[in-house]
């Protein structure tokens, strides 16, 4: 079963826009990872957000993470057509290694 | 390469034949990791291998799926007598000795269709 859930399930922007996608999780976390998936290049790792941090940058990406809420959310800024794929918000289960993935929010961006 | 290889790229069954798909992973890294997706779905677990030993098999969903990491390198997930519930892409995955950080590096996957 998953145990994240990701918000919107779709979005389409524009190029240049911003994009928000905001994840729920179940469980307690040690940290919270987001992944990207597209035809081109697969399942791919994208950042990793401790669970004693709030906020953090990687290029055009900003993750930000409430474990009150249980909650985070990627905001990719300026977005390009390349950034069209879907992303998911994954945690790491108790059990070592295994990670719960959501369903994803696909992320279209038209040129 | 220096990435996670599996082959076939993709596999056309017919109900009731047995498949065996086969994944390299990164070279020295000793975990392995196998999830299924199904359409539309985010990747579930399967099974997690550190070197030769199976750690965990609980995502397994049934017993006509096994899988093998003999020397500790490549593994195989096989599955026998294959249903069209089985259709997915089968992704492996493989990380480094670095468990605080769990970063899983993926395979392209082996997209499965059963017929």
């Known amino acids: 079963s998953q145990q994240g859930e990701e918000d919107p399930q779709a979005l389409s922007i524009q190029e240049g826009e911003n994009a928000t996608m905001n994840c729920s999780y179940k469980t307690s976390i040690n940290n919270l990872q987001w992944y990207r998936q597209n035809s081109g290049r697969g399942l791919v790792h994208l950042i990793l957000?401790?669970?004693?941090?709030r906020e953090k940058h990687s290029g055009r990406l900003r993750v930000t993470l409430d474990t009150s809420k249980k909650s985070s959310s990627l905001l990719i800024t300026a977005s390009r057509a390349a950034d069209t794929a879907s992303y998911f918000c994954?945690?790491?289960?108790?059990?070592?290694?295994?990670?719960?993935f959501g369903r994803g929010t696909q992320l279209t961006v038209w040129p | 390469g220096a990435g996670v290889s599996q082959s076939p790229r993709y596999k056309v069954a017919k109900r009731g034949q047995d498949v065996a798909l086969r994944c390299d992973p990164i070279?020295?890294?000793?975990?392995l990791f196998w999830y299924q997706q199904a359409l539309g779905q985010g990747p579930e677990f399967l099974t997690y291998?550190?070197?030769?030993?199976?750690?965990?098999k609980s995502g397994l969903p049934s017993d006509r799926f096994f899988a093998e990491r003999p020397e500790g390198s490549v593994s195989t997930l096989k599955i026998q007598r294959t249903q069209q519930e089985d259709s997915a892409v089968y992704l492996c995955?493989?990380?480094?000795?670095?468990?605080?950080?769990?970063?899983?590096?993926f395979g392209a996957g082996t997209r499965l269709s059963v017929l």
């Open positions: 994954v945690s790491r289960g108790s059990t070592l290694g295994r990670l719960y």
């Open positions: 957000i401790r669970s004693n941090e």
């Open positions: 995955a493989s990380s480094s000795r670095d468990i605080a950080k769990n970063i899983q590096y």
């Open positions: 070279s020295g890294h000793v975990s």
């Open positions: 291998f550190q070197n030769e030993a199976q750690l965990d």
